[in-house]
């Protein structure tokens, strides 16, 4: 049964909606906005021009740029900008406000209270542990205990969205849930299982050991724990960029969404498979059995599956529009789709890039091949075209119509924006690229190669491309950050019959063939519990079991 929307108009955010939203973009923005100043810090010192000590006020040491990079980049530019956006597309693909609003604003202050316990210790240097933190490494206990406080507050966030849900589904029993409100939540309830490792590891292994209540910690079992939540992560990232390519993106270039269904069973098997193949992060660590490696790799080959699916779909659903834009041939639709709204433009550009970084992606997860990249510069090469990319690049577009959503008042200067997207995408390539073959190289990750006396003369040529590549995306985001900044400062408003609306696209298949068995709950639940018991299961017993507490903590 689907509800009869054309006789009813459309409930929109209320004022006060659009700023707790807009609260999230304001930080998400700002974290960002400082986060990408190190990263042509880092990529000029590969190519042998150290600005760090020129640049001392911004970090004293290479090591402390990168833990700033990536802690406000890939942590906390994401996750703000992802509860907020999940939080707009919840109220209005339901037509409702939320059911504790009250409830929401304690998980967003929580999670602003936390950047800032976390950012004070970074800033002053006491907490130069990169974004991964692996312990023996140890920082100020204030790091992650803010670091807690984040996560715990998008818990939280979560957890308004399911109340949300649920007043919803009394008031609408048999009606098929929207699509974007089903993402929204498959992905809070994917990240709320995904980080009870990295809660573990904080609360049972580092914390007692930094108050001295234990004589240390067990790397290997901090690093097990870390990457039960470190591999999910990446899809905490990448799913609410699905969500827009799947529901929004298509309404935007004047389609409908593929089909409804296909869409649905992709994010059910985000849901079941995106927890259980961590260890494909650890298949250089001696202390993970052979066996269990393998069986992680393989599941990692079974999630590039829903991916696969959603390209499919998506450039089905793109081809669809541009077709009835009056694009004609083989590939030659793809030039009538609107390449000058800077919002499709951006999204775009991320999925061409993430068809590259996907394609890295099942090279790292052949064991074997991995042993060759793991450690080296690849693997930011990867990570780029991925959350750099797919993830940043879809939420930047998003922001183009977000920001006027949210405030009223029309995009400043779009073509600029059409001209950061294409300066972000070139010095990507470059940047990528020569990232990439510097790792089969031998080049080393996380190391200032610029200070290194033993560089070969054949990295020479592909440093200097990543510091030239690392430079001109530097400037693609900062024309994004003016753009949005200026869109949203400006005093210009749009006039009424103008107002931006949220894209949300038709499917091309009608709901009421959505089988049901695609809108419950509890097997595709109990599935992922299952299939993380069995995947992490026997390893956790054993590495819990033989645990040794005996690593003291040591400040690099
Ligand atoms: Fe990964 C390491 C394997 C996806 C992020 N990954 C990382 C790290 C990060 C990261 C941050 O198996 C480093 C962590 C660290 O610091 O150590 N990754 C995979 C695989 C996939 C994958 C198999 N990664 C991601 C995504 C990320 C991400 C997504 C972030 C958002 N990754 C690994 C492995 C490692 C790893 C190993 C460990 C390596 C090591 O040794 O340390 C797959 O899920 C990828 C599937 C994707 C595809 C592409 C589908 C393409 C689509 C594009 C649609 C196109 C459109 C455009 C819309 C098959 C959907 C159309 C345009 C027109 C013009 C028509
Ligand atoms: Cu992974």
Redesign the pocket.
């Known amino acids: 049964m689907i509800e009869d929307r054309t006789t009813k108009s459309v409930r929109e955010l209320t004022s006060s909606e659009k700023w707790f939203v807009g609260w999230h973009v304001i930080f998400a923005v700002a974290a960002l906005s400082i986060g990408i100043q190190y990263g042509p810090m880092q990529a000029l010192e590969h190519a042998g021009l150290d600005l760090y000590p020129k640049l001392s006020f911004l970090a004293s040491s290479y090591y402390q740029g990168l833990t700033l990079h990536?802690v406000l980049n890939?942590l906390i530019w994401t996750t703000f900008f992802i509860t907020g956006f999940l939080t707009l597309a919840v109220i209005r693909g339901l037509e409702r406000p939320l059911r504790y609003p009250w409830l929401n604003r304690i998980g967003f202050w929580m999670m602003v209270v936390g950047l800032v316990t976390a950012a004070i210790p970074i800033l002053a240097g006491k907490a130069t542990v990169?974004?991964?933190f692996y312990p023996p490494m140890q920082a100020s206990a204030w790091f992650y205990i803010g670091l807690v406080l984040v996560v715990v507050g998008s818990w939280i966030e979560g957890y308004g969205m399911y109340f949300t849900f649920y007043a919803w589904r009394k008031e609408n029993p048999g009606v098929t849930s929207p699509f974007v409100v089903f993402a929204s939540l498959v992905t809070m309830v994917m990240w709320q299982i995904a980080t009870l490792g990295i809660a573990a590891e904080i609360l049972a292994i580092i914390l007692p050991s930094i108050f001295g209540w234990t004589s240390g910690t067990d790397p290997q079992l901090s690093r097990t724990l870390f990457w039960y939540t470190?591999?999910p992560?990446?899809?905490f990232?990448?799913l609410p960029?699905?969500l827009s390519?799947y529901a929004m993106?298509p309404k935007q270039t004047g389609g409908k969404m593929f089909s409804d269904s296909l869409a649905r069973l992709s994010f059910w098997l985000f849901l079941i498979l995106s927890v259980p193949?961590g260890f494909?992060?650890q298949?250089?660590d001696p202390g993970v059995p052979a066996a269990w490696k393998f069986i992680h790799?393989m599941l990692?080959?079974m999630?590039?599956f829903p991916?696969?699916m959603?390209?499919f779909t998506?450039?089905a659903s793109?081809?669809y529009g541009a077709k009835k834009r009056g694009g004609k041939g083989l590939i030659g639709w793809?030039r009538a789709?609107p390449w000058s709204n800077p919002s499709v433009l951006w999204?775009?550009?991320?999925?061409?890039l993430?068809?590259f970084?996907?394609?890295?992606?099942?090279?790292?997860?052949?064991y074997n091949v991995?042993l060759a990249?793991?450690?080296t510069a690849w693997?930011?090469g990867?990570?780029h075209l991925?959350?750099a990319s797919?993830?940043t690049m879809t939420f930047v577009g998003i922001s183009f119509w977000m920001v006027p959503y949210l405030t009223g008042k029309p995009l400043w200067k779009p073509k600029l924006a059409v001209i950061g997207g294409w300066t972000y995408f070139t010095g990507m390539l470059i940047f990528s690229n020569a990232m990439h073959v510097v790792g089969l190289l031998g080049a080393p990750?996380r190391t200032p190669l610029g200070l290194a006396p033993y560089i070969p003369e054949e990295w020479a040529g592909h440093l200097w491309r990543i510091g030239f590549g690392g430079t001109v995306m530097w400037i693609g985001l900062m024309i994004f950050i003016v753009v949005v900044a200026v869109t949203a400062l400006q005093r210009k408003r749009l006039p009424e019959n103008e107002l931006v609306e949220v894209p949300l696209a038709e499917s091309l298949q009608d709901l009421r063939n959505t089988p049901r068995w695609l809108d419950r709950w509890r097997p595709w639940l109990i599935a992922s519990v299952v299939i993380i018991i069995l995947s992490y299961g026997p390893q956790l017993y054993e590495q819990i079991t033989q645990v040794q507490l005996t690593s003291p903590g040591f400040t690099p």
């Open positions: 990536g890939a990169l974004y991964t470190g591999h992560l990446v899809y990232w990448v960029a699905y390519w993106l193949l494909h992060h298949f250089a790799a990692t080959f999630v590039a991916s696969m959603t390209l998506v450039v793109l081809e793809i789709l999204q775009l550009l991320a999925g061409l993430f068809i970084g996907g394609i890295g992606g099942i090279v790292n997860a052949s991995n990249l793991h450690n693997i930011p990867h990570f991925t959350v797919a993830a990750r």
